[in-house]
Protein backbone atom coordinates (compact mmCIF):
# COMPACT_ATOMS: atom_id res chain seq x y z
CA UNK A 1 0.00 0.00 0.00
CA UNK A 2 0.96 3.39 -0.50
CA UNK A 3 2.08 6.51 1.80
CA UNK A 4 0.21 9.42 2.95
CA UNK A 5 2.68 11.48 4.40
CA UNK A 6 1.63 14.34 6.79
CA UNK A 7 4.42 17.15 5.85
CA UNK A 8 5.23 20.25 8.52
CA UNK A 9 5.53 23.67 6.67
CA UNK A 10 6.92 26.87 7.54
CA UNK A 11 4.05 28.87 9.87
CA UNK A 12 6.26 31.91 8.61
CA UNK A 13 10.17 32.03 7.68
CA UNK A 14 10.27 29.79 4.31
CA UNK A 15 13.66 28.83 5.96
CA UNK A 16 12.18 26.56 8.35
CA UNK A 17 11.48 24.10 5.44
CA UNK A 18 13.47 20.76 6.58
CA UNK A 19 15.49 18.73 3.73
CA UNK A 20 13.25 15.56 4.51
CA UNK A 21 10.44 17.48 3.93
CA UNK A 22 11.48 19.01 0.35
CA UNK A 23 12.61 15.42 -0.57
CA UNK A 24 9.13 14.09 0.13
CA UNK A 25 7.47 17.12 -1.65
CA UNK A 26 9.70 16.20 -4.76
CA UNK A 27 9.12 12.51 -4.28
CA UNK A 28 5.29 11.92 -4.10
CA UNK A 29 3.17 12.02 -7.30
CA UNK A 30 0.55 14.58 -5.97
CA UNK A 31 0.12 17.12 -2.69
CA UNK A 32 -2.98 17.78 -1.15
CA UNK A 33 -3.06 21.34 -0.27
CA UNK A 34 -5.23 23.45 2.15
CA UNK A 35 -4.65 26.15 -0.05
CA UNK A 36 -2.49 25.40 -3.57
CA UNK A 37 -2.19 29.29 -4.15
CA UNK A 38 -0.60 29.38 -0.68
CA UNK A 39 1.76 26.17 -1.10
CA UNK A 40 2.66 26.80 -4.81
CA UNK A 41 4.72 29.95 -3.41
CA UNK A 42 6.54 27.51 -1.40
CA UNK A 43 7.14 24.76 -4.13
CA UNK A 44 8.20 27.52 -6.44
CA UNK A 45 10.70 29.11 -3.63
CA UNK A 46 12.44 25.46 -3.86
CA UNK A 47 11.84 24.56 -7.70
CA UNK A 48 9.48 21.51 -6.72
CA UNK A 49 7.28 20.83 -9.50
CA UNK A 50 4.67 18.04 -8.10
CA UNK A 51 1.27 18.28 -9.05
CA UNK A 52 -1.00 19.85 -6.69
CA UNK A 53 -4.79 19.10 -5.41
CA UNK A 54 -6.99 21.46 -3.04
CA UNK A 55 -8.27 19.59 0.05
CA UNK A 56 -9.95 21.92 2.55
CA UNK A 57 -13.01 22.51 4.60
CA UNK A 58 -15.16 23.22 1.76
CA UNK A 59 -14.27 20.45 -0.33
CA UNK A 60 -13.32 17.62 1.54
CA UNK A 61 -16.54 15.55 1.08
CA UNK A 62 -15.82 15.81 -2.81
CA UNK A 63 -11.91 15.31 -2.80
CA UNK A 64 -11.63 12.63 0.15
CA UNK A 65 -12.69 9.78 -2.57
CA UNK A 66 -10.61 11.44 -5.26
CA UNK A 67 -7.54 11.38 -3.04
CA UNK A 68 -7.95 8.04 -1.35
CA UNK A 69 -7.68 6.21 -5.39
CA UNK A 70 -4.53 8.62 -5.88
CA UNK A 71 -3.07 7.02 -2.88
CA UNK A 72 -3.91 3.36 -4.59
CA UNK A 73 -1.15 4.29 -7.55
CA UNK A 74 1.53 6.18 -5.61
CA UNK A 75 2.51 8.48 -2.33
CA UNK A 76 0.86 11.65 -1.48
CA UNK A 77 2.00 14.18 0.21
CA UNK A 78 -0.67 16.53 2.71
CA UNK A 79 0.48 19.76 3.94
CA UNK A 80 -1.44 22.65 5.40
CA UNK A 81 -1.30 26.58 4.82
CA UNK A 82 0.99 26.87 7.85
CA UNK A 83 3.02 24.11 10.44
CA UNK A 84 2.26 20.31 10.28
CA UNK A 85 -1.13 19.51 8.93
CA UNK A 86 -3.96 17.55 10.78
CA UNK A 87 -3.85 19.63 14.05
CA UNK A 88 -7.15 21.98 13.50
CA UNK A 89 -7.53 21.27 9.30
CA UNK A 90 -9.89 18.76 7.90
CA UNK A 91 -6.45 16.76 7.37
CA UNK A 92 -7.86 14.66 10.09
CA UNK A 93 -10.72 12.81 8.31
CA UNK A 94 -8.06 11.93 5.65
CA UNK A 95 -6.22 10.12 8.14
CA UNK A 96 -8.45 8.16 9.38
CA UNK A 97 -9.73 7.20 6.13
CA UNK A 98 -5.94 6.53 4.58
CA UNK A 99 -5.88 4.07 7.81
CA UNK A 100 -8.95 2.30 7.40
CA UNK A 101 -8.08 1.83 3.74
CA UNK A 102 -4.94 0.27 4.72
CA UNK A 103 -2.35 3.01 4.19
CA UNK A 104 0.57 3.83 5.68
CA UNK A 105 0.34 7.31 7.68
CA UNK A 106 3.76 9.04 7.89
CA UNK A 107 4.46 12.04 9.93
CA UNK A 108 7.25 14.71 8.28
CA UNK A 109 8.01 16.63 11.88
CA UNK A 110 8.42 19.83 11.49
CA UNK A 111 7.20 24.14 12.38
CA UNK A 112 3.91 23.76 14.90
CA UNK A 113 3.02 26.83 15.79
CA UNK A 114 1.46 25.92 19.40
CA UNK A 115 4.50 23.90 20.17
CA UNK A 116 6.87 27.06 19.55
CA UNK A 117 5.00 29.63 21.39
CA UNK A 118 4.80 26.96 24.26
CA UNK A 119 8.59 26.67 24.30
CA UNK A 120 9.32 30.87 24.01
CA UNK A 121 6.24 31.38 26.77
CA UNK A 122 7.99 31.01 29.73
CA UNK A 123 5.55 29.13 31.43
CA UNK A 124 5.97 25.08 32.36
CA UNK A 125 6.64 22.74 29.21
CA UNK A 126 5.93 19.92 31.13
CA UNK A 127 2.58 19.24 30.84
CA UNK A 128 0.18 21.34 28.79
CA UNK A 129 -3.29 20.96 27.23
CA UNK A 130 -3.58 22.27 23.39
CA UNK A 131 -7.19 23.82 22.83
CA UNK A 132 -7.65 24.73 19.44
CA UNK A 133 -9.32 27.76 18.73
CA UNK A 134 -11.06 29.71 21.28
CA UNK A 135 -15.46 29.76 20.91
CA UNK A 136 -16.32 32.33 18.92
CA UNK A 137 -19.31 33.34 21.10
CA UNK A 138 -18.84 34.91 23.94
CA UNK A 139 -21.06 32.49 26.38
CA UNK A 140 -19.27 29.32 24.69
CA UNK A 141 -15.83 30.99 25.27
CA UNK A 142 -16.54 30.94 29.06
CA UNK A 143 -18.14 27.88 29.13
CA UNK A 144 -14.65 26.10 27.38
CA UNK A 145 -12.59 27.80 29.85
CA UNK A 146 -14.75 27.52 33.00
CA UNK A 147 -14.84 24.05 32.09
CA UNK A 148 -10.97 24.21 31.99
CA UNK A 149 -10.56 26.13 34.79
CA UNK A 150 -9.20 23.53 37.50
CA UNK A 151 -6.29 21.79 34.93
CA UNK A 152 -2.93 22.23 36.30
CA UNK A 153 -1.71 21.84 32.80
CA UNK A 154 -0.45 24.81 30.55
CA UNK A 155 -3.47 25.90 28.72
CA UNK A 156 -2.55 26.92 24.77
CA UNK A 157 -5.11 28.01 22.65
CA UNK A 158 -5.12 30.00 18.72
CA UNK A 159 -7.05 33.13 18.40
CA UNK A 160 -8.02 35.19 15.59
CA UNK A 161 -6.67 39.02 16.45
CA UNK A 162 -10.12 40.85 16.51
CA UNK A 163 -11.35 38.77 18.72
CA UNK A 164 -8.31 39.07 21.38
CA UNK A 165 -9.37 41.82 23.32
CA UNK A 166 -12.74 40.01 24.25
CA UNK A 167 -10.93 37.00 24.69
CA UNK A 168 -7.89 38.05 26.95
CA UNK A 169 -11.52 39.80 29.09
CA UNK A 170 -12.85 36.49 29.44
CA UNK A 171 -9.81 34.75 30.24
CA UNK A 172 -9.25 37.15 33.02
CA UNK A 173 -12.78 36.59 34.58
CA UNK A 174 -13.52 33.24 34.25
CA UNK A 175 -9.40 31.93 35.06
CA UNK A 176 -8.43 34.90 37.42
CA UNK A 177 -5.20 37.20 37.20
CA UNK A 178 -3.01 34.50 35.90
CA UNK A 179 0.14 34.40 33.96
CA UNK A 180 0.08 34.38 29.87
CA UNK A 181 2.37 34.84 26.86
CA UNK A 182 0.68 36.28 23.34
CA UNK A 183 2.98 35.14 20.81
CA UNK A 184 2.01 37.18 17.53
CA UNK A 185 3.33 36.38 13.88
CA UNK A 186 5.58 33.92 15.24
CA UNK A 187 8.98 33.07 12.78
CA UNK A 188 7.91 36.05 10.68
CA UNK A 189 9.68 39.90 10.47
CA UNK A 190 7.00 40.90 13.18
CA UNK A 191 7.38 38.28 15.88
CA UNK A 192 6.18 39.37 18.93
CA UNK A 193 5.85 37.79 21.98
CA UNK A 194 4.13 39.35 25.24
CA UNK A 195 4.41 37.93 28.58
CA UNK A 196 2.97 39.28 31.69
CA UNK A 197 -0.35 38.59 34.18
CA UNK A 198 -3.76 38.40 32.02
CA UNK A 199 -4.69 41.97 33.37
CA UNK A 200 -1.19 43.51 31.79
CA UNK A 201 -1.20 41.81 28.24
CA UNK A 202 -5.20 42.92 28.32
CA UNK A 203 -4.22 46.23 28.58
CA UNK A 204 -1.48 46.19 26.51
CA UNK A 205 -3.56 45.10 23.74
CA UNK A 206 -6.60 47.57 24.49
CA UNK A 207 -3.58 50.41 23.58
CA UNK A 208 -2.34 48.56 20.73
CA UNK A 209 -4.80 46.38 18.89
CA UNK A 210 -2.92 43.33 17.51
CA UNK A 211 -2.64 42.01 13.92
CA UNK A 212 -1.55 38.26 12.33
CA UNK A 213 -1.45 35.33 13.39
CA UNK A 214 -1.99 34.44 17.32
CA UNK A 215 -1.04 31.81 19.87
CA UNK A 216 -2.42 32.47 23.74
CA UNK A 217 -0.12 30.05 26.49
CA UNK A 218 -1.91 30.63 29.86
CA UNK A 219 -0.52 29.35 33.16
CA UNK A 220 -2.73 26.19 34.95
CA UNK A 221 -4.53 26.36 37.78
CA UNK A 222 -1.70 26.58 40.83
CA UNK A 223 -2.32 24.58 44.25
CA UNK A 224 -2.55 28.17 46.44
CA UNK A 225 -5.01 29.29 43.95
CA UNK A 226 -7.61 26.78 46.34
CA UNK A 227 -6.86 28.85 48.94
CA UNK A 228 -9.47 31.42 49.67
CA UNK A 229 -8.23 34.96 49.59
CA UNK A 230 -7.71 37.51 52.91
CA UNK A 231 -9.84 40.38 52.90
CA UNK A 232 -6.70 42.61 52.41
CA UNK A 233 -6.15 41.03 49.20
CA UNK A 234 -10.04 40.85 47.95
CA UNK A 235 -10.20 45.06 49.29
CA UNK A 236 -6.68 45.72 47.15
CA UNK A 237 -8.51 43.89 44.58
CA UNK A 238 -11.90 46.19 44.84
CA UNK A 239 -9.74 49.62 44.64
CA UNK A 240 -7.94 47.91 41.07
CA UNK A 241 -11.43 47.03 39.39
CA UNK A 242 -13.21 49.83 39.91
CA UNK A 243 -9.59 52.03 39.48
CA UNK A 244 -9.93 50.34 35.85
CA UNK A 245 -13.92 50.88 35.87
CA UNK A 246 -15.48 47.67 36.30
CA UNK A 247 -18.87 47.70 37.56
CA UNK A 248 -19.93 46.61 41.19
CA UNK A 249 -21.46 43.15 39.31
CA UNK A 250 -18.92 42.26 36.60
CA UNK A 251 -16.17 42.68 39.75
CA UNK A 252 -18.20 40.78 42.17
CA UNK A 253 -18.36 37.80 39.78
CA UNK A 254 -15.02 37.99 38.87
CA UNK A 255 -13.42 38.37 42.53
CA UNK A 256 -15.79 35.01 43.27
CA UNK A 257 -14.43 32.99 40.95
CA UNK A 258 -10.84 33.88 41.80
CA UNK A 259 -11.01 34.23 45.82
CA UNK A 260 -13.21 31.70 47.04
CA UNK A 261 -15.34 34.26 48.66
CA UNK A 262 -19.22 34.60 47.85
CA UNK A 263 -20.56 37.17 45.83
CA UNK A 264 -22.39 38.61 48.25
CA UNK A 265 -19.70 39.11 50.69
CA UNK A 266 -17.57 41.04 47.96
CA UNK A 267 -20.37 42.98 47.56
CA UNK A 268 -20.14 44.09 51.27
CA UNK A 269 -16.58 45.00 50.84
CA UNK A 270 -17.74 46.68 47.29
CA UNK A 271 -20.39 49.20 48.80
CA UNK A 272 -17.76 50.03 51.68
CA UNK A 273 -15.38 51.40 49.75
Known amino acids: MSILHLVATPIGNLDDISARALRTLTGVQLIAAEDTRHTQKLLTRY ?17 LDHILAALETGDIALVSDAGTPSINDPGYELVRAALAAGHTVSPVPGPSAPIAALAASGLPTDSFLYLGYLPR ?5 RDLLAANAHQPHTLIFLEAPHRLPAALADLEAVLGNRQIAVA ?38 SPDEDEPWTEAKISAE ?11 SALAKRLAIESGWKKREIYALINLT
Open 47 to 63: GIRTTLTSYHDHNKALK
Open 238 to 248: IQVGIKNGESA
Open 137 to 141: KAKAR
Open 184 to 221: RELTKLHEEIVRGTLREVRTHFEAAPPRGEITLVVAGK
